[in-house]
């Protein structure tokens, strides 16, 4: 509990003073999360609630010129998180995305069309097909 109204600004100023780059801790507005990149982007309309933003996000809009779609996703071709470089950056609708990475056929009335059923990751990320089998997932 704050005694008097003076240690109440003073604490106010402290706080004010050690946000962003005037605090000890802070590391450029960039962070991980998940193994993806973040930054700093307040007014961004994806930001979260912090204000931060996926990396691989901003650098697909500003080679597109525009922001993306909401139901377009940016895929890492080689399966690396953190390698945001364009030509590793992929645009796909969500759907797709799906397919290709997941390896669902079609979504139809919230249930998915499994097609590979046992898989692995190969050495660059990717998932290799062990054995086909369809069936049902709700």
């Given at each position: ?7 109440r600004l003073h604490l106010e100023k402290l ?124």
């Amino acid at each position: 509990m704050i005694k008097s109204e003076k240690q109440r600004l003073h604490l106010e100023k402290l706080n004010k003073n050690q946000k962003e780059k005037n605090n000890r801790n802070w590391k450029g507005g960039k962070k991980k999360h998940q193994g993806y990149l973040m930054v700093l982007c307040k007014r961004h309309p994806r930001a979260n609630k912090e204000g931060y933003i996926y990396e691989h996000i901003l650098i697909v809009e500003k080679e597109l010129n525009r922001y993306i779609l909401k139901n377009e996703v940016v895929h890492h071709k080689n399966g690396i998180k953190d390698d945001n470089r364009i030509e590793n950056l992929k645009l796909t609708t969500v759907g797709k995305h799906i397919k290709e990475e997941h390896g669902y056929s079609e979504i139809r009335n919230n249930k998915i069309s499994l097609f590979a059923k046992k898989r692995k990751r190969d050495n660059f990320g990717k998932f290799k097909i062990l054995e086909v089998k369809k069936s049902e997932v709700i």
